[in-house]
Every structure is written in C-alpha cells, then in structure tokens.
C-alpha cells in the first residue's frame, strides 16, 4: 500500500511540473469519455451503393488488389514473378473448393474469396485431377457395360487422357482469356463495366469445374437418366457461381449484349459437361466378328456380318 501511495504521489508532482510549464495543457481523466468532435461525421454510405460494392467488387477489394499487385512486383521472366502465383496454404485451396460446391447468392465468387490472393495452384491441380478422372471413368465405364459378352475384349484407351486434357486445359485457359478480352474492350465503351484481371478469371473458371470430379465418378453408373440429373445438378451449381460472378460486371452494359454475354459463358460451360458424357461415357458398338465358313475345296469363305 505505500509503495502505491508513493507512486501516486510521483505522478501527481509530475502532473503538477507539467501544468507549471504548460499552463494552457489540458488533462484528461480516465473516467471522462472522449468527446468527440462535432464536425467529424462519418459518411453515409449511398442507399444500394453497398450492395453494387459488394456484388462489383470493388471499394476495399480494390485496396488488396493493389496490395496483391505490389507483391508481384518481380520480373515476369523470373523464377519469383510465377511462383507468387502458387503462394497459397490448404486452407485457402479448401475454402475456394467450398465456395464453388456451395455458392452464396448474391455473394461474388472474386471479392469473397480470390481478389485478396489470386492463385493457379487450385486451378492447376483441379483441371489435373479432372483429366485423369474422366479418362479413368470413362474406361471403367466402358469395362462394366460389356462386362460378360463373349465378344467383348478390354483394351485400355490411353488416348482419352491426351483428349481429356486438351479439352479441358483448353477451356480453362481459351475461354476466360476470351472472356477477359471481352471485359477489356467493353470498358473502353462502357465505364461503370468492372474488368477482372485475367488471373482472376483463370481462378473462378478452374475453381468451378471441381464439381465435375465427383460428377465423373457417378458417371460411371450405367444409367442414362443418373447421367443426365448428374449433369444438370453439376451445371446448376458450377455455372451459378459463373453468373453470380460475371452478371454484376456487364449488367449496366447494353441489356442485349450481357445477357447474350452469360448465356454464352453458361453454353460453353454446358457444352464441356455434355460434351465429356457422350464422348467418354457413351457405350461403342461391338464390332462383332465375321463368321468363318470352311468351303469344301480346303479355302474359307468369311462373309460380312452386321
């Protein structure tokens, strides 16, 4: 107790030197609020301003963009400069696969998850793994739908795996590079039209086709109406978080022109699922031998069957 009263005392006389060589210094108490002044009112935001910041992705998320720019300040022809581009924890990949399964309405797949980091890792590794299991898939189909014909011999297809990665590869990277020139070209005509960086685009395409990994493993089952539900279930929620994404930055373009925009991103986004189904997925036709009929004079006669 009186080494508390002694420190009382040191800070009173310390109060006391103060106010003698300052005499206009004032003291603040700690029970006393802080007043605040008058004249510094916060602003309010503008009635819908928040949700169109919200849905465009911009006020603060284009604080860190810029942010996520400074760190790619290294050469693009060094090592650095692209390994930036795969800086991402497991977290980060895992929470990007769960907005994309389980999308947000009116929430914008870019500002919610990717603008902070964009990355290729996710994409990379989801375009990777969609390949080998729609070759994969697409074989065990096959085996199981002859399974037990005489006439049927398995012979694994490696070709699939070229094609499914050419056809995929080529989605992930053409159509969002497309899509981005699009962008670029309508903000030059219409200025409130918010331009994604390509990089982001590359993100929300590849983040959407995770869905059609487990998709091509149900496709497996023989049945065509499973297939079909499985197709329009997987475009349902892979291509509402493309027009949850997209909408919000061509809709104060021409009216014509953005919904012809989404319909056109939803096309090609349908046209990669059913696409993939009747080509790796579709049983072929046996090819039935020809029968063999031994003619008298030793010679055999093989005749055409159908």
């Not at 189904?277 to 093989?302: C, K, Q, R, S």
Request: aromatic share 14%.
């Amino acid at each position: 107790i009186a080494c508390l009263v002694m420190y009382l005392f040191a800070e009173f006389d310390d109060a006391a030197n103060l106010l003698a060589a300052n005499p206009d210094a004032t003291t603040i108490s700690i029970d006393e609020p802080v007043e605040i002044p008058k004249n510094q009112h916060s602003r309010l935001p503008e009635p819908g301003r928040e949700e169109d910041d919200e849905l465009l992705g911009t006020d603060d998320s284009d604080k860190t963009e810029l942010l996520a720019g400074q760190k790619k300040s290294a050469p693009f022809w060094t090592f650095e400069y692209y390994q930036t581009f795969f800086d991402v924890d497991t977290y980060q990949v895992l929470d990007r696969i769960k907005g994309s399964v389980f999308p947000v309405p009116g929430k914008n797949f870019v500002r919610l998850y990717i603008r902070s980091n964009p990355d290729l890792y996710g994409p990379f590794w989801i375009c990777a793994t969609l390949v080998f299991t729609i070759a994969v898939s697409g074989n065990l189909s096959n085996f199981f739908i002859h399974l037990g014909k005489p006439t049927y011999h398995y012979v694994p297809e490696f070709r699939k795996v070229s094609i499914a990665a050419t056809t995929i590869y080529a989605y992930a990277w053409l159509v969002p590079l497309a899509l981005w020139g699009f962008l670029m070209w309508r903000n030059s005509k219409v200025m409130n039209i918010v331009s994604y960086s390509f990089l982001e685009i590359v993100c929300v395409y590849g983040y959407s086709l995770f869905i059609y990994i487990p998709t091509a493993i149900l496709w497996i089952i023989p049945q065509n109406v499973v297939r079909w539900v499985l197709v329009v279930f997987s475009l349902c929620l892979s291509g509402s978080v493309l027009v949850m994404t997209f909408w919000p930055a061509v809709r104060d373009d021409n009216r014509r022109i953005a919904v012809a925009t989404v319909a056109t991103i939803l096309l090609l986004h349908a046209l990669l699922a059913v696409g993939c189904l009747a080509y790796f997925f579709d049983a072929p036709e046996l090819d039935v031998p020809a029968p063999v009929i031994p003619a008298h004079n030793g010679t055999t006669v093989i005749t055409k069957s159908h």
